[in-house]
């Protein structure tokens, strides 16, 4: 490396940065050559003071000066927990510059989801879904990127950036390819810890190939070094300035400013006060020239780094308790000394207050240096001064969360406040960490127990675990009563759930049902307990358990939603034991107002949650209600989108979506449907419910299909085998992996399957044949074995068909029955298949039936009926069949 100066105009602390700025060149250009082109991230990582931020304004001066639209952001070493801090600095100046009818249709759907999060739009009555907000914050910045074309993000610090921008920043990386924006995003290494490096980490799998930035050689320091002070800089000193910075640019360039400042000649004779200068311009040494400023200076740089972001000179003088005047007065002494500086805002954006720390390590050093208890005093006072600005209990709770305990009851109740703040903008991390201080004040004892009660419930989705152990201590003392202990109590039952542990979950609320009279409550709490019993997946039913349902939904009218609840939990139970189909959907219209969800019992109100009016749409879907089971799954899909839950709810929206595809034999429909909720459970955790359900279901699908290989695929690469959850899944997953089996060769491991479906089906009471088709597959996959016995299983599934009287059990029970004979009665049996199945919604098993009887009657005409029924659902194993049947033709007439 020569000791030239770099050829870029930017910083002194550019040199041996060649590589970095070709890069961020290379990217802009590329940028700017076509609107279509994909987008692309850049990542710049380096220690503290090795010019990353040098690097960032470079990359801001080239892209400006190439007519681009840049927006900059910088992450704060105590704002990691301010929710959406980064982001919003990001994009809320550009969104500020609309009209609020501008960005409401520039966001459309999203302005709601994302709006509050921005700071833009009031929150709504719901929590918001982290997940939805997530996508939200993206969905407007694709929008926002096309309407800025060329744009170029600059985001500094991102290791002090707070989690939910960082999980906003991973999500976006991912999805550049179709969009035509730059990234550049500049961290320390190893200094993020938990979900906030995970998601850095991600960034980093995004980003384009940009090597670390290392400290400048002896011989660039020596450059940077005449280029400061002048050619005349001998080779000693030059050597001595490496040394004492360790190559650090940042301190390089400081020191050299020292060095100008104090008047030292640039020559060995000089070198042994290089250390002595370089000490002064960083921690201890950089607070002791503070001091130098006198105290009221160093009083108003300690106020500027409690505050963080937004410093503006009158807040800081309320902080600092001084007057304007001298305020103004420390403000220039400052900026002089070069410890603060006037916020540089890009085009568009406005800066986010008056000053800003020249660098972080300035800030770290000047807020490390306040004593323990001052700091903790003055961020008292700051959240006091934030609260009188008029910023809100969130933006107070950033100085909150450092304050000492005290018994303050109303410190807890501004941090409950807080808390109720962020969860309404999706930040639910940030508003337990306010929880969780709140309990260390502590609260009064009639207030304790509804603080553990709200963290629980903040906790319910992220945390399992905890929240079992804060309700359970909520619940376990004095405060809370009436209808806050039964929605407690439900709570809890829900972690316990979500925490696989069922038999706990069904344990709680029969409990706690049995401390109550007759009444709601009581109602609700028993509604529950029978949710979580007919979920369950294991091998032994409660006895007696639909008997005591049925006794108790027996009077119920549908006159409130307990009543409403409990007729819903009868249909369904009734339609997973086969009772006749046309009583099960009496009782579950029954449930409904006029054909539709009550009031209070929708897809996103809070009360019984997603579980109970799924099973009173999958009772309609396998009784052969497809056209309410439908609009039904359509009405959460649409609710969920609209509320932004683009979590684990509108994965299961999707998958039950694609079930009532499937069972309408709309087969590509449901495969995208199914991979759409595979896509969106995988976001949420492996091994859930919700994960199950979307894989059977597509398993099953590709199955209808013929496309056995992609089945196969599926089941391996998500882990379709036992043991199986707890909780049930529809259709029967040992019944779906039994088909594969089969058809994948595997016919031994494929009945020992089917055989365990039936043991599980048999212990649960469930009979329904169209639920779980153990029994029709068994039989087929053991007629040439044992053909007494799959002539038992074949009786025993027609028996339970026409018990269960849809024309798709009776239908499905024939075309088994007929695949076990030969001649004239397997024609005979074909064809009443066919009969039945015709006038069933299911067109799938339709045309599966008009195959199977052309090739039994040996009919040209029905197999080409079949065929053309196969290709509208997609089902192209039944195509090839059909063809090859075709194209033989032996025997055909």
């Known amino acids: 490396m020569t000791e030239e100066r770099p050829e870029a105009a930017g910083s002194a602390a550019l040199w041996e940065r060649d590589t970095q700025v070709a890069a961020a060149e290379q990217a802009i250009d590329n940028l700017r050559a076509d609107s279509s082109s994909s987008g692309s991230l850049l990542l710049f990582t380096g220690e503290a003071g090795l010019g990353k931020t040098a690097l960032m304004a470079e990359t801001r001066r080239m892209a400006e000066q190439r007519n681009c639209t840049v927006w900059s952001v910088r992450g704060g070493e105590t704002l990691k927990s301010v929710p959406f801090n980064v982001v919003r600095q990001l994009l809320q100046p550009a969104l500020m510059s609309l009209m609020p009818e501008e960005a409401r249709e520039y966001l459309g759907d999203w302005y709601d989801i994302a709006g509050p999060a921005l700071g833009i739009a009031e929150p709504g009555d719901r929590k918001a879904d982290p997940q939805g907000v997530c996508d939200g914050l993206v969905a407007a910045v694709r929008r926002l990127a096309k309407r800025e074309w060329p744009l170029v993000l600059l985001i500094d610090d991102a290791h002090w950036a707070d989690q939910e921008t960082l999980r906003w920043l991973a999500a976006f990386a991912e999805r550049l390819d ?65 040394a ?115 660098h972080p390590l300035i800030a770290t050093a000047v807020y490390d240096s306040i004593p323990d208890a001052t700091r903790t005093f003055m961020h008292g006072i700051a959240a006091q001064v934030v609260t009188e600005s008029g910023r809100g209990a969130a933006a107070a709770s950033q100085h909150l969360l450092h304050v000492y305990p005290e018994d303050d009851e109303e410190l807890v109740d501004q941090l409950r406040e807080a808390a109720r703040e962020h969860q309404a903008v999706g930040a639910p991390d940030a508003a337990r960490r306010c929880l969780e201080r709140a309990l260390l004040e502590p609260p009064l004892p009639e207030s304790h127990a509804h603080v553990l009660y709200e963290l629980g419930c903040a906790t319910l989705l992220t945390a399992p675990a905890t929240t079992i152990e804060h309700l359970q201590a909520a619940l376990a003392m004095p405060g809370l009563e009436g209808a806050d202990r039964v929605d407690a109590v439900v709570r809890l039952s829900q ?80 339609m997973t034991r086969g009772e006749n189909a046309e009583e099960v959907a009496e009782v579950c219209d029954r449930a409904l107002v ?77 495969e995208t449907s199914l991979r759409e909720s595979l896509r969106l459970a995988e976001r949420v955790g492996r091994g859930l419910p919700l994960y199950w359900s979307a894989t059977c279901n597509l398993v099953d699908t590709l199955l209808a299909r013929g496309h056995v290989e992609q089945a196969w695929e599926i089941a391996e690469q998500y882990g379709f085998a036992p043991p199986y959850p707890s909780t049930i899944v529809l259709p029967e997953p040992r019944a779906v992996r039994g088909r594969l089996l089969l058809a994948v060769g595997r016919t031994k491991d494929g009945i020992n399957e089917l055989e365990a479906a039936e043991k599980a089906a048999t212990a649960r009471g469930h009979h329904n044949p169209v639920l779980a088709t153990w029994a029709v597959d068994l039989a087929r996959a053991l007629a040439v074995e044992d053909p007494l016995r ?92 059909a063809r090859e049947v075709l194209e033989t033709g032996r025997g055909l007439r």
């Open 244 to 358: 004492v910075t360790a190559g650090n640019p940042y301190e390089t360039v400081e020191l050299l400013a020292k060095v100008q400042d104090d008047g030292l000649a640039p020559i060995e004779e000089s070198c042994g006060k290089l250390r002595e200068l370089n000490n002064s311009a960083r921690g201890g040494g950089l607070v002791a020239r503070l001091h130098e400023l006198g105290v009221e200076a160093t009083r108003f740089a300690q106020a500027a780094a409690v505050l963080g972001k937004g410093i503006t000179v009158d807040l800081v003088a309320r902080l600092a308790t001084m007057s304007h005047k001298e305020a103004h007065h420390c403000a220039n002494l400052l900026r002089t000394a070069r410890f603060l500086t006037e916020p540089v805002p890009t085009a568009g954006q406005v800066a986010d207050g008056d000053l800003e720390f020249v």
């Open 790 to 881: 799959a002539a038992r299983l074949a009786a025993d599934a027609r028996r339970q068909a026409e018990r269960f009287g849809t024309d798709t059990a009776i239908g499905e029970a024939l075309r088994c029955a007929a695949s076990l004979e030969t001649g004239q009665r397997a024609v005979r049996l074909a064809a009443k298949a066919v009969a039945y199945l015709e006038s069933s919604p299911c067109q799938y098993e339709h045309a599966a039936a008009r195959v199977e009887y052309g090739i039994a009657a040996r009919s040209v005409a029905e197999i080409q009926r079949g065929l053309t029924l196969a290709k509208s659902c997609g089902a192209d194993g039944l195509v090839a069949q």
């Open 178 to 242: 179709d969009l035509s924006v730059l990234v550049v995003v500049a961290r320390r290494p190893d200094e993020a810890v938990g979900e906030s490096a995970d998601y850095l980490a991600a960034v980093a799998a995004a980003a384009g190939p940009v090597p670390t930035l290392d400290a400048l050689t002896p011989a660039a320091a020596a450059g940077l070094t005449r280029a400061t002070l002048g050619p005349h800089a001998d080779g000693p000193f030059c050597r001595e300035v490496w």
């Open 495 to 574: 972690a316990l759930l979500h925490n696989n542990q069922l038999e706990q979950a069904v344990r709680t609320v029969e409990a706690e049902a049995a401390r109550h009279g007759p009444g709601q409550a009581r109602m609700r709490l028993q509604g529950v307990h029978f949710m979580w019993e007919g979920l369950y997946g294991g091998d032994v039913s409660a006895p007696g358990r639909s008997e005591r349902l049925a006794d108790l939904a027996r009077p119920c009218t549908g006159r409130d939603n307990s009543e409403r609840a409990l007729l819903i939990l009868r249909g369904f139970d009734a």
């Open 594 to 670: 006029n054909g539709r969800l009550a009031p209070g019992l929708g897809w996103t109100d809070p009360e019984w949650g997603i579980e109970l009016l799924m099973m009173l749409a999958c009772s309609y879907a396998y009784t052969d209600r497809l056209d309410r089971a439908e609009a039904l799954y359509n009405e959460a899909l649409r609710d969920y989108t609209t509320a932004g839950w683009m979590g684990g709810h509108l994965s299961l929206a999707h998958a039950y979506v694609g079930l009532g595809h499937r069972r309408r034999g709309r087969l590509r429909e449901a």
